[in-house]
């Protein structure tokens, strides 16, 4: 099994930054890919971005240009790190794996931007 663990979330003003982290209990060597994933209040969650075990990443078209989804298999751990931040960025973030036939998920850090 796997363990995720998020953290970096806040609150930050418009046009901040944060850093994300998502910590995994197991080598994310063999995980072929990562994603962050956001729920933002009465919306459904919705994918920002993805990694591949080689680096390829993709992001959603509304955070393109400002996000940037990376990972460190020697620390087992992802990352999104967000510049420019918007009030509509404002969401629970939430950290995603499959692993063997089952995707886990991390317990998610609170994003909240003020305008």
């Known amino acids: 099994q796997v363990q995720l663990v998020e953290s970096g979330g806040g609150l930050v003003r418009a046009g901040g930054s944060l850093r994300l982290s998502c910590a995994a209990s197991?080598?994310?060597?063999?995980?072929?890919?990562m994603a962050w994933y956001r729920q933002a209040p009465g919306k459904q969650r919705e994918l920002v971005a993805t990694?591949?075990?080689?680096?390829?990443?993709t992001y959603a078209d509304s955070v393109k240009g400002r996000f940037t989804i990376s990972r460190d298999n020697a620390k087992n751990t992802a990352y999104l790190q967000m510049n420019s931040l918007k009030p509509e960025d404002t969401a629970v973030y939430y950290c995603?794996?499959?692993?063997?036939?089952?995707?886990?998920w991390g317990q998610g850090t609170q994003v909240t931007v003020s305008s």
């Open positions: 197991k080598t994310i060597f063999s995980i072929n890919a």
């Open positions: 990694i591949t075990s080689g680096g390829s990443a």
């Open positions: 995603n794996a499959p692993y063997i036939g089952f995707e886990y």
